[in-house]
C-alpha cells in the first residue's frame, strides 16, 4: 500500500510540473539570466510530446492495489503447492527404500534355504548324489516329485531349482529324453548286477576269483557310465550355452560395428586436433612476428615524432631570431636605447 501511495504521489507531481511546463510552452516562452526569449513552434510542440509521453508511462507503470492483493495470494497458493509436491516426493521416497530393503531381505532369506538345503543334502548322500540314486536305485530314499525335479536339473548339482535351469529344461527336451534313456539303460545294468550277484551267492561251483574278477570289471563298467553321464551333462550345457551366444552374437556384431565407428572417429578427430595444433604454433609464431615488427614501428614514430619536435623547436627559434633582427633593423635608435634603459632598470 506505501509503494503504491508513494507512486500515485510521484505521478501526480509529475502531472502538475508537466502541466506547468506545457502552460509555459503554450506561452511560447523560455527564461535564461533573468531575460525572456521567444521559443520556435518546433520546440514548444517536442516539449508537448514528451510531457504527454511521461504522463502516460506514469499511469502504466501504476498498479491497483486489488491487482497486487490478486498477485500476493496467486503466489502463495502457487509455493503451497510446491512444497505439497515436495513432501509426496519425498515420502514416497521413503516408501521405495523401505520396499527395497525388504526385498534384499527375503532375497538374502532364500539364497540362504537354498544353501541350507543344498548342504544338507551333500552331508546325507553325498557330493553326487543325484547320480547315486540314479544308479544305486534309492528311489525310497528321496521322493518321487523330487527325483523329477533332480532328472530335469541338467545345469547345477545342488539339486535346488531355478528359473533358468527351469526353461533351459523346456527348452532341450531332446537331450532330456536321451539322459532318461541312458539313465533307465543303467538301472537295468544294476538290477542285473543284482541278479548275478544272487546267482553266485546260490551256486557254489563258482570260484571266488571269478566273483572278483566279475565285480572288478562291473566296478569299472560303473566308473565308465558316470564319465558318460558327466561328459553327456557337459554337451548339454555347451548346447544351451552355443544357443545363448547365438542369440548374443546379433548383439555382439552390433558393438563391434559400434566400436568400430568410435575408433575411426576417434582417430579422425586425433588427427584433426594435431592438424590444428600444427596451425596454432604457426600463428603463434606469425603474431610474435608481427609483435615485433610493430613493436619497431612504434619506436620508429616515437623518434621521428621526437625529431620533429626537435625540428619545430628549431624553426620556432629561428623565426624568432629572424623576427628579432628585422625589428632591431628597422627600429629607431631611441626606441632601442629606451628599451635598453628599461631593461637596466627592471
Known amino acids: 500500500m506505501i509503494k503504491v501511495k508513494l507512486s500515485l504521489r510521484r505521478g501526480y ?24 526569449h521567444h521559443r520556435p513552434p518546433s520546440l514548444a510542440r517536442k516539449s508537448r510530446c514528451r510531457s504527454e509521453s511521461s504522463e502516460s508511462a506514469a499511469a502504466w507503470k501504476t498498479v491497483h492495489p ?25 515420502k514416497q521416497g521413503e516408501v521405495i527404500r523401505k520396499q527395497l530393503k525388504k526385498l534384499r531381505h527375503s532375497e538374502h532369506q532364500i539364497g540362504y534355504l537354498e ?24 528311489s525310497d530314499a ?38 532318461t534313456k541312458t539313465l533307465e539303460r543303467l538301472s537295468l545294468s544294476s538290477e542285473e548286477f543284482g541278479k548275478d550277484l544272487k546267482d553266485d551267492d546260490t551256486s557254489s ?5 571269478t566273483v572278483r574278477e566279475q565285480l572288478e570289471l562291473y566296478e569299472k563298467i560303473t566308473k565308465v557310465n ?16 552355443i544357443r545363448k551366444y547365438e ?32 596451425v596454432l604454433e604457426e600463428i603463434v609464431e606469425k603474431l610474435e612476428s608481427r609483435r615485433l615488427y610493430l613493436d619497431n614501428l612504434y619506436r620508429d614514430i616515437a623518434n621521428e ?25 628597422y627600429r629607431p635608435p631611441q626606441l632601442y636605447q629606451t628599451k635598453e634603459l628599461l631593461d637596466t632598470l627592471v
Open 205 to 209: 561251483t563258482v570260484s571266488e576269483a
Open 142 to 179: 528321496v521322493d518321487p516329485e523330487a527325483d523329477s525335479s533332480l532328472a530335469v536339473d541338467k545345469n547345477s548339482d545342488s539339486g535346488v531349482m531355478t528359473e533358468g535351469d527351469s526353461e533351459q529344461s523346456h527348452n532341450n527336451n531332446p537331450k532330456i529324453t536321451k539322459n
Open 305 to 329: 615524432d621526437k625529431e620533429y619536435e626537435m625540428l619545430q623547436a628549431l624553426l620556432f627559434s629561428k623565426a624568432q631570431q629572424a623576427s628579432e633582427y628585422e625589428s632591431r633593423r
Open 226 to 241: 558316470k564319465r558318460l553321464l558327466k561328459e553327456e551333462e557337459a554337451l548339454v550345457r555347451l548346447d544351451v550355452n
Open 66 to 90: 486489488k491487482r497486487l492483493n490478486q498477485l500476493h495470494s496467486q503466489y502463495s497458493s502457487a509455493t503451497a503447492t510446491n512444497e505439497e509436491l515436495l513432501r509426496l516426493v519425498l
Open 115 to 138: 544353501d541350507k538345503t543344498h548342504r544338507a543334502r551333500v552331508k546325507k548322500h553325498g557330493s553326487n548324489y543325484l547320480l547315486e540314486t540314479y544308479l544305486k536305485g534309492l
Open 247 to 278: 542369440k548374443n552374437k546379433e548383439g555382439t556384431e552390433e558393438v563391434s560395428k559400434a566400436l568400430n565407428k568410435l575408433r575411426t572417429d576417434m582417430t579422425k578427430s586425433a588427427c584433426e586436433m594435431q592438424h590444428n595444433e600444427i
Open 13 to 36: 507531481h509529475h502531472q502538475h510540473h508537466n502541466r506547468h511546463a506545457t502552460e509555459a510552452d503554450c506561452e511560447g516562452m523560455f527564461v535564461t539570466s533573468g531575460h525572456r
